[in-house]
């Protein structure tokens, strides 16, 4: 899920103009606004970057005091209080940074401004490299991504072709700067055939397997056929009117997923250890 969100945000266009802060001072239109030209827009991505700056001050909270506080103990100390019924607190950011302070010495305010208020082309993916673990892209898809795509019913493909795709050939968006972008496929058109088949998902994957490059085995063990081309033909509609696409590409699958970085500990494990025992039975 992680790399998922990191790669996700990695490829946002609308990064080079919209700070994280506006996703969330903008969140009442994003979160009506059409699929079509979202990667420019940016959507509610307060959530899942959001994620990712405050593992980046876990780890940071965890170097700063050699492994001898978290960002458990600014949750406890922030959100803890006196004992007794639930009572609304309001609280400024200025709140928040002088709680992490108590926490741990650092800017708070600039490391805080720097990942929220400013525009950043790129995502904060600090966090996972001090966790030790990386970003990175396989051919293979995994029991988690599979389940995603069960459920929305849209097959993913933005970080190879340049979009998603749904059961019945719908493409709701194209990343820019992304082979169909470059190929001048629109978003909210619906695909009708791959390299001159009926389209379908298999027609599809079965194309974008054929871009493998010819000296990488793929990880799935069933992957076979063709290897190398660097075309893939799709013949789309948009309302009345039908297109041949012609997207220049030579990659096969990319699939985001974590990769451990030698010689950093795991700090994801740390994080992700149950709190207290389990009872015993």
Known sequence: ELALDAAALEALAGRRWRPLIDTAVAAPLLNTAPAAWATWRRGQDY?????????????EIRARTKGKRSLDD????????????????????GDVVAALARIAPLDWDGFLAERIDSVRVHA?????????????????SSDHLDALAAESERADYRFSLGFRVGKDGRVPDVLPDSPAARAGLPPGCRLVAVNGRAWSGTALED?????????????????AGPRGQGEI??????GDFFRTYRLEYAGGRRVPFLERRPGVPDGLAGIGAPRTPRPRR
């Open 124 to 140: 904060p993916l600090a966090g996972l490299e001090a966790a030790g673990w990386r970003l990175a892209f396989h051919d293979s």
């Open 207 to 223: 194309a974008l397997d054929a871009t493998r490059p010819v000296e990488r085995d793929s990880l799935k063990a069933a992957a």
């Open 233 to 238: 033909e799709l013949l789309a509609s948009s």
């Open 47 to 59: 959530y899942a970057e959001g994620a990712l700056v405050w593992l980046e001050a876990d780890m």
């Open 74 to 93: 600014f949750c406890r100390a922030f959100f803890g209080g006196p004992a007794g019924p639930p009572a609304v607190v309001p609280y400024t950011r």
